[in-house]
T-cell receptor, first 114, second 108 residues
Framework: DGGITQSPKYLFRKEGQNVTLSCEQNLNHDAMYWYRQDPGQGLRLIYYSQIVNDFQKGDIAEGYSVSREKKESFPLTVTSAQKNPTAFYLC?????????????FGDGTRLSIL | SQQGEEDPQALSIQEGENATMNCSYKTSINNLQWYRQNSGRGLVHLILIRSNEREKHSGRLRVTLDTSKKSSSLLITASRAADTASYFCATAVNALNFGKGTSLLVTP
């Protein structure tokens, strides 16, 4: 079955530590996205990528970094510069452009501070 | 920037009843999408309605779009306990902007 796999499901970060969240898709989608969801809130866009080796900042990119070396993979690094990283992180993908197609989501990674 | 705003924030109904959720937005859009999120899971796409469409159906779901009022509604008919989830509208301009969602509880 095609889909998006996020790992790990739960992640704990120590102060001053960088952590990387994995996102893999086998849907052959060109576009991939990272969102942050805080309790009772909607999704806020962190980064997105429309093609390999290209990515753009979203609304809340500060303290995060991404790479897109392969079409299937779009890892997100939460750096120590992100002072409030506790949240639910969702990865998504879509066939084409940012808004003309439905987005398919993974089941998220919940990040907490130790 | 969150453009879509769902109303109500929370809705509790009994099985068999209809559930209506509304979404209002502020600027012109290309399309509007509705998603569902079960607790602790990712979002699942339900329906995409384009700006030149007024109504769309999918099974027990009916979505309307009124671009003059900048609003959309999602109707779930004959609700089931399994429909319990949060429902989000997302407006498509340059990127998808998600609202804060409506939390729907369907009790047996």
């Amino acid at each position: 079955d095609g889909g998006i796999t996020q790992s790990p499901k739960y992640l704990f970060r120590k102060e001053g530590q960088n952590v990387t969240l994995s996102c893999e898709q086998n849907l052959n989608h060109d576009a991939m996205y990272w969102y942050r969801q805080d309790p009772g809130q909607g999704l806020r866009l962190i980064y997105y990528s429309q093609i390999v080796n290209d990515f753009q900042k979203g609304d809340i990119a500060e303290g995060y970094s991404v790479s897109r070396e392969k079409k299937e993979s779009f890892p997100l690094t939460v750096t120590s510069a992100q002072k409030n990283p506790t949240a639910f992180y969702l990865c998504a993908s879509s066939i084409g452009t940012l808004n003309n197609q439905p987005q398919h989501f993974g089941d998220g990674t919940r990040l907490s501070i130790l | 920037s969150q453009q879509g705003e769902e109303d109500p924030q929370a809705l509790s109904i009994q099985e068999g009843e209809n559930a209506t959720m509304n979404c209002s937005y502020k600027t012109s859009i290309n399309n509007l999408q509705w998603y569902r999120q079960n607790s602790g899971r990712g979002l699942v796409h339900l329906i995409l309605i384009r700006s030149n469409e007024r109504e769309k159906h999918s099974g027990r779901l009916r979505v309307t779009l009124d671009t003059s009022k900048k609003s959309s509604s999602l109707l779930i008919t004959a609700s089931r306990a399994a429909d319990t989830a949060s429902y989000f509208c997302a407006t498509a301009v340059n990127a998808l902007n998600f609202g804060k969602g409506t939390s729907l509880l369907v009790t047996p």
